[in-house]
């Protein structure tokens, strides 16, 4: 049995932090790598030893092969765990991590070579008597030989890239008058996406449930399956929503399905965990698709209702110790369900968003509540890596509780300065369907109205709660100004302010009946009832959460104010009530747009007042320590033409 104490994890974000957390909790040493722009990751932050790959983009980094292992060498790391994605079923790599001397956490060269494939692979499943979708996975790739396969299989067909995934390469065909433009289309996407062009053909099942069997196989000829997990709910042919076990699979059903992966992964001479991919038909008939070699992103679902530790056992498994359990010890306790957090514009087609974490809280922990995530409040998500800020799960006794429990999760959790996914997420786990368990990989294309709805006008209540809040949570000061409450003679107490959020503004007008702020809870009244809505500052900005989104609420821009209210002569108003604390332009001075003229300090906060465009400053009605009010000119500025 190898000696092993010190690990190197080949990834960066969530995963990353994951099995180091399980490394230390074994007593072992952990290793992070990072690229240039990711040396104050958490990754980086929480590892015993970092390694600076240098670089910004994957290629130039977490990619590099000789780099990797020259950082393990260097940190003496005796092992490499590859996470997922990457270079996580990279054959390559594997054969480079043992020439070198080094143990790979994860699963034999020849086994990811053998699923490399879409084709070899089917190939291989169809000699181990692992069921398959009807098709053609053949070499000849003339529309000839797909018109007579098609037709021997029957429509709607699917044709999908042999070396692809992630949805590219990939056409449903309802007609054989449609088959050569989808052939040819899908063979051209093939070969830009992967550089390669070829193809296979798969009855295209109707509403089909995505189940798949986690199996562990160690280097003494045992493999388990860890019970299924269903991973239905998607978007772009990518996982959203992954809860195990599958619901309404009977016991019989998951024995059949776990057998046949079991038996997949031994054609292969697997070891470690792995995960066999099978459609699951209406009618209860499973199909294999694909197996990753590698542990997957919601493997956290399996760890709840089994109680293992699965990067534990990748682990120890490599370095040569028998799997601890037979099949029948096998535990299947409870439900859990696994959302995954995205920086992502859903009202986008699910853009990835980048910029900075403002605000990041997580979930409170307690008993049956999980966050793994690769961020911290204050880090910058940038443009370089996948957009997965973490994952969110929930276990409970049943599929109900475990549902209500990560809907109140998704409730707790609160991020601020870029998009996210939150609502949506919050959205699917809330609606009668999936509460029902009626899943399918159609589910977010048949309910995305409710899911994805368009934006509409903010709702004058919101714009009360949010001037209050915004009001209230002002750092306080010395002046006027600084006095939250308003003031003017004879009437009650009032105060106004310009508000901006989600490029819609309001002119909010705040008086004692506003509501209240208690700490970080904006308190809300109708009708007797009272409910609290979290409210953030930070910054400039004050983060409402608002029907389950959180929205960004900031003074109305300055400089689109500004600009509207230009007057003929080209005057610059001020866009509030405020003080001059600086005055950056003289008579006669000869500016650029976009110049900095003059800076207004409103609600302890400055703003500052630009040239809209070129020009010369013609006059400045304004001087440093000056209280002026909003709408007074400040300067004018003459512009060519």
């Known amino acids: ?36 722009i990711d040396r104050d990751a958490r990754h980086s932050r929480e590892a015993d030893i970092r390694v600076d790959l240098g670089g910004s983009k994957a290629t130039d980094s977490y990619l590099q092969i000789d780099k990797l292992i020259a950082a393990a060498h260097a940190s003496g790391a005796q092992a490499i765990h590859p996470g997922y994605g990457f270079l996580s079923e990279n054959a390559g790599f594997a054969r480079a991590i043992e020439a070198a001397g080094l143990i790979f956490l994860g699963p034999p060269a020849s086994a990811i070579d053998a699923m490399g494939s879409k084709s070899a692979a089917k190939a291989l499943m169809e000699t181990a008597g692992v069921p398959l979708v009807p098709g053609y996975h053949g070499e000849a790739q003339d529309l000839e030989t797909f018109r007579a396969a098609c037709g021997r299989i029957g429509y709607p067909v699917l044709l999908k890239a042999t070396a692809g995934g ?17 052939l040819a289309s899908a063979q051209r996407e093939a070969l830009s996406s992967f550089g390669n062009g070829q193809m296979l053909v798969e009855k295209y099942l109707l509403k089909p449930r995505h189940v798949e069997i986690q199996v562990f196989a160690d280097q003494h000829g045992h493999c388990l399956y860890l019970n299924e997990r269903d991973c239905s709910i998607q978007r772009r042919h990518q996982k959203v929503v992954e809860e195990a ?5 009977s016991v019989e059903q998951r024995k059949a399905m776990g057998e046949a992966a079991v038996r997949a992964a031994q054609a292969i001479g697997y070891v470690g965990a792995g995960t066999v991919e099978f459609l699951l038909d209406a009618r209860g008939e499973f199909f294999f698709m694909e197996m990753n070699t590698r542990l997957q992103v919601e493997h956290p679902v399996t760890e709840a209702i089994t109680g293992l ?25 409870g439900h859990a369900i696994e959302v995954r957090l995205y920086a992502e514009d859903p009202a986008n087609d699910f853009l990835p968003a980048t910029g900075h974490l403002a605000l990041y809280r997580e979930s409170d922990p307690g008993p049956g509540r999980r966050v793994d995530s690769g961020v911290e409040q204050g880090d910058d998500v940038s443009p370089f890596y996948d957009p997965m800020l973490g994952k969110l799960i929930a276990w409970g006794e049943d599929r109900e509780q475990a549902r209500l429990r990560l809907l109140g999760m998704l409730d707790e959790f609160a991020v ?6 939150l609502g949506f997420l919050r959205r699917i786990i809330g609606h009668p369907a999936f509460a029902a368990a009626e899943l399918d990989t159609g589910f977010i294309p048949r309910y995305q109205e409710e899911l994805l709805p368009e934006p ?34 004879g009437l009650p107490a009032e105060v106004s302010l310009h508000l901006s959020c989600n490029g819609q503004d309001r002119l909010v007008t705040l008086s004692g009946h506003a509501p209240q702020l208690c700490g970080e809870q904006s308190l809300i009244e109708h009708q007797g009832v009272r409910r609290a809505h979290l409210a953030v500052r930070s910054a400039s900005s004050l983060y409402l959460r608002w029907d389950g989104e959180m929205h960004a609420v900031s003074l109305f821009d300055p400089i689109a104010a500004v600009e509207a209210g230009q007057s003929h002569q080209g005057g610059l108003t001020a866009p509030m009530n405020g003080s001059i604390v600086r005055v950056l332009v003289e008579v006669g001075q000869t500016v650029e747009a976009g110049t900095q003229l003059v800076v207004l300090e409103a609600m302890k906060m400055e703003h500052s007042i630009r040239a809209p465009q070129a020009g010369v400053v013609k006059a400045l009605f304004c001087q440093e320590g000056e209280m002026v009010a909003e709408g007074s000119a400040l300067v004018e500025l003459e512009t060519a033409g």
């Open 1 to 36: 049995m190898s000696t092993l104490t010190t690990v190197l994890v080949a990834n960066r974000g969530e995963i990353a932090c994951r099995v180091m957390r399980t490394a230390k909790a074994m007593g072992l040493t952990t290793v992070a790598v990072h690229s240039a």
């Open 166 to 182: 992630g949805g590219k390469g990939m056409k449903v065909v309802e007609d054989v008058s449609q088959l050569a433009e989808a």
């Open 245 to 249: 076990p599958a619901p309404g699979l």
């Open 309 to 333: 530790d699965l990067v534990a056992w990748q682990i120890r498994v490599a370095q040569g110790e028998a799997l601890p359990i037979t099949q029948d010890q096998v535990p299947l306790i």
């Open 416 to 421: 601020g300065g870029l998009k996210t996914n």
């Open 456 to 489: 509409g006008a903010l709702s004058d209540a919101f714009w009360q709660a949010a001037g209050s809040a915004f009001m209230q949570s002002l750092p306080m000061g010395d002046g006027p100004w600084a006095n939250n409450q308003g003031f003017r003679a």
